[in-house]
């Protein structure tokens, strides 16, 4: 398997290669040269394989330069009981008829984004390892990625995670889960501003080449083609979970940001998994639904992005959404680079042809949006059904999936976090607590390691310097 750039740079590069790196050198995303297709035949056999055993199966179709054992080994070490509750991993529920949940969210740090990152932090650690070489992880959050890469990269010896996030904006629960880890990899650094002041810093950094060279300075953010990949498993999963062999189609709807999670639909769709829709759920942040209804991409400015009660798809661009736009122009990579480039980076937008938005039909997509009342009427609307509790992302996408249901064809919703970690919003819905996990009762009482820094770019660089051994 070779990879590719989404902006017309026909390098062919390999999945080592481009693992550690964040965008291609044009500023592309990177993807398979094709796709590989799965067999009836492959399907069939696939369809009783435990969760790791299905992961090494995609997995090795796209990964050839690490060696089978190997690569079953991370697998293995990756997709267990101990980080994801059961041995299903991503386990099924039915909510009414023809309507399930798919639970992506049982991982250290209870939200889907552990899915990923768990498997990306012992891939990260397998090749530095082999290269003999470090890397230096920096970040910007607002919680729920900066906590999965940390406890993804916590105690790897081969990597330091320097994660920046806004002093005093995260929930009580989001600090405690991140700042309590005593892993002396693991560098906390609270800045006196909001998370955009956090990004600015990340970009700043990045653009000082010569320090970025030296410092070994990489990202885990979603548009890292590992992250996605590791996703595209839960949807064949889930498929065999609800159709027990029995064959026929299914739909999907997700919770929509970054475009991550329903990226990875795409790709298992075009692999040749029976997907009828890909429904792409937004909140008031509604970049994509506007998309998918219009033909027309506008990203938004901060000014513009609106803080929700379902915070983690609070976003102004979807950052994986250009993968797709690829597909959906027949991967011409100059028309690509056109639009993401001069007219993303210009206007802020575009609007694809009359033919390519009435392709878009035919790669199965639709969607549609939520409000914060739809969201607490569905977190109501589950619990009076079924005593289940979803939290407010996965009540987006259950409200978005009601819409969009087909008789004989059952609809998943991905369930992409707790409620637990949402405990305000439940509250106001329900009037009670979310159930806490065991594990993580009295965290907020632990003890908490990380440091305060203005906004100062340089200020960061020091500190890097100082905790790092390049
Ligand atoms: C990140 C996240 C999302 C959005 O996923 P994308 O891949 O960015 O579309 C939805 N829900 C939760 C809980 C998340 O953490």
Known sequence: MRYISTRGDQTERRFCEILLEGLAPDGGLYLPKAYPRVSGITMARWATLSYPELAYEILRLYIDDIPADDLRD??????????????????????????????????????????????????????????????????????????????????????????????????????????SLPDANIHN??????????????????????????????????????????????????????????????????????????????????????????????????????FFRTGTYRARSAAETHETSSPSMDISKASNFERYVFDLVNRD?????????????????????PEEFDRIALTGFTSGRSTHADRLAMIRYAWEQDHDMIDPH??????????????????????TALPAKFASTIEEALGRQPPRPVSLEGIEALPKRFVVMPVDVQRVKDYIRENSPA
């Not at 028309?335 to 206007?347: C, I, N």
């Not at 996965?394 to 991905?414: N, S, W, Y």
């Open 74 to 179: 991370i697998i293995g070490r990756t997709y267990t009981r101990e980080a994801f509750g059961t041995d299903e991993i991503t386990p099924v529920r039915q909510i009414e008829e023809g309507l399930y949940v798919q639970a992506l969210s049982n991982g250290p740090t209870l939200a889907f984004k552990d899915m990923a990152m768990q498997l990306l932090g012992n891939l990260f650690e397998y090749e530095l390892a082999r290269r003999n070489d470090q890397l230096d992880i920096l970040g910007a959050t607002s919680g729920d990625t900066g906590s999965a890469a940390e406890y993804a990269m916590r105690g790897k010896p081969h990597v330091r995670v320097f994660m920046l996030s806004p002093h005093g904006r995260m929930s009580p629960f989001q600090q405690a889960q991140m700042f």
């Open 333 to 353: 990579g100059a028309h690509v680079a056109e639009l993401f480039g001069s007219a993303v980076e210009g206007d802020g937008g575009f609007t694809v042809s």
């Open 189 to 290: 650094i609270a800045i006196e501003g909001v998370f955009d002041d956090c990004q600015d810093i990340v970009k700043a950094v990045s653009a000082d080449l010569e320090f970025k060279r030296r410092h070994r300075i990489g990202t885990v953010n979603s548009i890292n083609w590992a992250r996605l990949l590791a996703q595209v498993v839960y949807y064949f999963a889930g498929y065999f979970r609800v159709t027990q062999g029995r064959g026929g189609k299914v739909s999907f709807a997700v919770p929509s940001g970054n475009f991550g999670n329903v990226c990875a639909g795409h790709v298992a769709r075009m692999m040749g998994l029976p997907i009828a829709r890909l429904v792409v759920a937004t909140n008031e942040n509604d970049v994509l639904d506007e």
């Open 394 to 415: 996965t009540a987006d996408g259950l409200k978005v999936a009601r819409e969009h249901m087909q008789p004989g064809v059952p609809m998943i919703v991905l369930e």
